[in-house]
């Protein structure tokens, strides 16, 4: 059942290379996700939350480089991989869906010869049983709410909904079976009752096939409701992490507070919503400090001065001096009441 | 709020689109399919209140929007205006009124000349308009009141981020002392901290300047914050209305309930996410709607017989009105019980 780790990023750096610059887009980014567990990676654009995902699917741009730090699935070191046992891992072991399902689609070709081809590149010929696949595919499609799907699969993608498509990218992954989905933006270009749809499905998998997904989204209501923990990420580095109940009912971390502050609620209404002021700093020009000091109502001396650890806190781990009972902040704070 | 006297009359409105015509359609002599965009609205937005209009794409919501302001000519149905019938006015005439009707469009970057610096993107629509100098606003001014400072004055629409795009674009509408707008998802493509504050500087406009808004989304909890009353629209036809308050706390119409528990609220676990699809499918497309209600292909309390026909928008309670033939035996249904818990 799920507790077992299955995926541990460690200490991840990553840089993005130009002719003019070096942008650390990842500082120091942990996070783990166990089997049947689905973990939401939160955070505003530029954050580095897509950056981490293509990370983990060693899918990252020719500039990008991992600097620092291990992605272990299992026990195995997915930056010490070479490109060919990489290729391998990708659909058997992780699995990765988009926020756009026709970019994962290609519009020349059936739906049929694409999953087909999908499965063939990555499992063994001599195992490979276009038949038996066939059947397998029609099934999964009709698990996940296409109808008449064995007529269907000779269907092109422009026949199917943007809904239907996300569902037939999903089963595609899944025919593999995969213990890891990555799913990123999955349901941000779809309508709220298709949304719906697709999340329940995710949902149901994570229960009946012990599923873990990663899943990537700014939709911090979304992540409220289908996840187990969150990973909130703020300018390329984790700032908190937890189970989804004590982070969104009381989160620590000033960022996170602010984050879930400016998001309107159903059934309280408040006079104002709470915004954060400044801008996101540029990778280029990262301030000393906490990267969260120059918006942060509660920075101090110490925020500016140095980089926060990762601490645990009140059963979360948070990066930030304020929660740090060991560092100089407390004592910043005297300073400010004698003053 | 201290919503005043009616400013904004819609009766029985429709904007239909046609299929252009190709010459094969010609010879055979097709009459061209129409879209029914929008199909026999009817609302009152008072003066100083925030209407919000809530839909899926396709709604209509957007097409209502555009036809109340005159962009897209009305296929039926009247439109008035401060007691004025603007439903079909000359170019003069809706020049003059462009003045008090203003919109604030989805995409700040489309509506703002790449190659002009904000303040002359500011100062345009007093050229257009040719304001005379004395009921101007200086740059400075409209720049305060998006909250922004004269620094950006001198950039240009790239050098600006999102939020500061969409300000700029609220600052263009607020030139001409409109009393009413019309904002189109105004908070759509950014970050919850950016939304929050355009969201935030739409109910200080509304009370500093006794502005009237129209504001049209596809996220319904961001009217829970901003409106007063609220339509939700679904096929082209308005499904509930009411009170934004007694719709978010006691949604009625079936579909206003599967879009609410698509919807989910940000306290953790509130809802079960398995069964948070209350409804199967895809909204038919508006070129061929199902006859009578529009929802009964997806509705899980459609009955034969009843639903055939189109329904009414009915009053269920003080101000709050549904249009749904099987009110009030529906709440009787299993299905209704169920999914209590999820809205």
Known sequence: MSGEPLLRVEHLDVRYRTAETDLPVLRDVSIHVDRGEIVGIVGESGCGKSTLSSAVMRLLPPNGMITGGRICLGDRDLTALDPEAIRRLRGPEIAMIFQDPLSSLNPVFPVWTQIRDAVAAHVDRRDFDATALRARAAATLVELGIADAVRRLDDYPHQFSGGMRQRIVIAMALLLKPDLLIADEPTSALDATMQAQIVSILARLRRERNLAVMFVTHDLALVANLCDRVVVMYCGSVVETGPVRSVFRDPVHPYTRALIGAIPRRHEHVERLVTIRGSVPSLSQLPAGCVYAARCDLARATCRAGVPDVREHDGRLVRCFATDPASTYAHDAAEVAEG | ?343
């Open chain 2, 1 to 343: 709020m201290s919503a005043g006297p009616d400013l904004l009359h819609v009766d029985n409105l429709s904007t239909h689109f046609a299929d252009r015509r190709g010459v094969i359609d010609r010879v055979a002599r097709r009459t061209p399919s129409v879209v029914r965009a929008v199909d026999g609205v009817d609302l009152v937005v008072a003066h100083n209140e925030i209407f919000g209009l809530v839909g899926e794409s396709g709604c209509g919501k957007t097409t209502l929007g555009r036809t109340i302001l005159g962009l897209v000519p009305a296929a039926e149905g009247t439109i008035r205006f401060d007691g004025d019938d603007i439903t079909d006015l000359g170019r003069g005439e809706r020049r003059a009124l462009r003045r008090r009707m203003q919109m604030i469009f989805q995409d700040p970057y489309a509506s703002l000349s790449p190659r002009m610096r904000v303040s002359s993107l500011l100062t345009e629509p007093y050229r257009i308009q040719n304001t005379p100098r004395g009921e101007r606003y200086s740059v400075s001014e409209l720049l305060e009141m998006v909250n922004l400072s004269t620094e950006q004055a001198d950039k240009y629409p790239h050098e600006l981020s999102g939020g500061q795009a969409r300000r700029i674009g609220i600052a263009r509408t607020l030139a001409l002392r409109p009393e009413f707008i019309v904002a189109d998802e105004p908070t759509s493509g950014l970050d919850v901290s950016a939304a929050a504050a355009i969201l935030n500087l739409i109910q200080d406009l509304r009370r500093e300047f006794g502005l009237t808004f129209l504001v049209i989304t596809h996220n319904v909890n961001t009217l829970s914050f901003l409106a007063d009353r609220l339509a939700v629209m679904y096929l082209g036809r308005i499904v509930e209305m009411g009170r934004a308050a007694d719709v978010l706390d006691s949604p009625s119409h079936p579909y206003t309930r599967a879009l609410l528990a698509a919807v989910p609220g940000i306290d953790p676990g509130g809802a079960d996410i398995e069964r948070a699809a209350l409804i199967e499918g895809e909204i038919p497309s508006p070129r061929n709607p199902p006859s009578g209600c529009r929802f009964r292909t997806r509705c899980l309390h459609a009955r034969a017989g009843v639903c055939e026909q189109s329904p009414e928008l009915r009053e269920i309670a003080a101000g709050h009105a549904i249009a749904c033939n099987r009110w009030p035996e529906v709440q009787q249904d299993k299905e209704w019980s169920r999914a209590a818990d999820l809205v």
